[in-house]
C-alpha cells in the first residue's frame, strides 16, 4: 500500500466519531489491568513485610518450636566415614552434647563450678602445708610429710636399700670381716708335673682382687713346692708365685699361706719331683 493510501486511512479513524472513545475505553482497561497487578504486588510485599517482622523476633527469644518460623542458622558437622552433614545436638537446656567414643559426655557430668574448683585448691594448699615440717621433726612410719629416702645399692642382690640410722640419727655403717671364702681343693693329690684344673673364679666384679690362700698339705720332701697360676681369661695360665709348705709340729702336716693381688682366674701345680698328697687350699676375699 503506498503513503498515500496510509494517509486516507489515518484521515477516516480520525474524522471517525467512535475513534477518540474507543481508544479512551482501552486505555482505561489497561490502566485497570495494571491497577490490579500493582495492588496484587504490594499485598504481597506487605505480607512479606509482616512475615519478616513476625520471625525476627526479640534477643531474649530463646526458644523456638518444630516447624515455627524464624531467622535461624543450623550448626552440622561433617561425617567424614559416612558422606553426610549432619545436626550437632543439644539438651534441653540447649547445651551442647558431645560424644567421644561412645561416651557422652555433657556439661552435667562436668559441673566443676569456680567456687569448688577454689576449695579444692585450698584444700590442696592445706594438704601441702601440714606436709611442711621442721627439720628438727621426728616423722612416724605411714607418716604423711613430704620426705627423700636414702638408699644404697646391694650389688649382690642387685637391687637398692633404704640406709640406716640409730635412735639418735646416726647412720649405721658396718665394718665386717666377713668377707667371701671358701675351699678350692680338698685333700687331693698334687700331681707331679701338672697343673690341677680346679679354677678359683674370682667373678667379674672389680671388688675383690686380694686373696688370702691358706691350707697344708702331705709332703715326701720337705723341700718341695706348689705354684701359683693366674689368668684374664681362663685359658693361658702364668706362674706367678712359689709357695714352699712349712712343718707343723701338731699335726706333722705342711701348713702354707699366702696373701696376693691377682686377676680373676686361680689354678694350683707342682713342678717338683714327687707328688703333694693330702692337698687342701682355702681362700677369703680381701678388698
Known amino acids: 500500500m503506498s503513503s498515500r493510501n496510509f494517509n486516507r486511512v489515518n484521515t477516516f479513524l480520525s474524522n471517525s466519531p467512535d475513534y477518540g472513545a474507543k481508544i479512551n475505553a482501552d486505555q482505561l482497561e489497561e490502566d485497570k489491568k495494571a491497577n490490579i497487578k500493582l495492588d496484587t504486588l504490594g499485598t504481597k510485599l506487605d505480607s512479606l513485610?509482616?512475615?519478616?517482622d513476625g520471625v525476627l523476633g526479640a534477643i531474649n527469644n530463646t526458644t523456638i518450636g518444630d516447624a515455627q518460623l524464624g531467622h535461624r542458622s543450623f550448626v552440622y558437622a561433617h561425617d567424614v566415614t559416612n558422606g553426610k552433614a549432619r545436626a550437632l545436638k543439644c539438651d534441653t537446656s540447649g547445651r551442647l552434647e558431645c560424644s567421644v567414643d561412645a561416651l557422652e559426655i555433657t556439661a552435667d557430668t562436668i559441673n566443676l563450678s569456680t567456687d569448688e574448683l577454689e576449695a579444692k585448691i585450698q584444700a590442696t594448699?592445706?594438704?601441702?602445708?601440714?606436709?611442711?615440717?621442721?627439720?628438727?621433726?621426728?616423722?612416724?612410719?605411714?607418716?604423711?610429710?613430704?620426705?627423700?629416702?636414702?638408699?644404697?645399692?646391694?650389688?649382690?642382690?642387685?637391687?637398692?636399700?633404704?640406709?640406716?640410722?640409730?635412735?639418735?640419727?646416726?647412720q649405721h655403717v658396718v665394718l665386717s670381716n666377713d668377707f667371701p671364702s671358701g675351699s678350692v681343693l680338698s685333700n687331693v693329690v698334687l700331681s707331679t708335673g701338672a697343673v690341677n684344673t680346679t679354677t678359683l673364679d674370682l667373678g667379674a666384679s672389680h671388688n675383690y682382687r686380694k686373696v688370702f690362700f691358706f691350707g697344708k698339705c702331705a709332703m715326701g720332701n720337705a723341700s718341695d713346692n706348689f705354684t701359683i697360676n693366674v689368668s684374664n681369661d681362663n685359658t693361658n695360665y702364668f706362674r706367678v708365685s712359689i709357695i714352699r709348705p712349712t712343718l707343723n709340729s701338731i699335726d706333722s702336716a705342711f701348713h702354707f699361706g699366702h696373701k696376693m693381688m691377682t686377676p680373676r682366674y686361680i689354678r694350683f701345680g707342682n713342678e717338683c719331683g714327687t707328688n703333694l698328697t693330702a692337698f687342701t687350699i682355702n681362700f677369703v676375699k680381701l678388698k
Open 49 to 52: 513485610f509482616n512475615q519478616q
Open 125 to 170: 594448699n592445706d594438704k601441702l602445708d601440714s606436709f611442711a615440717g621442721a627439720g628438727n621433726n621426728n616423722i612416724g612410719e605411714g607418716s604423711s610429710k613430704l620426705q627423700v629416702f636414702n638408699y644404697g645399692r646391694d650389688s649382690d642382690a642387685g637391687n637398692f636399700k633404704p640406709i640406716k640410722i640409730d635412735g639418735t640419727g646416726q
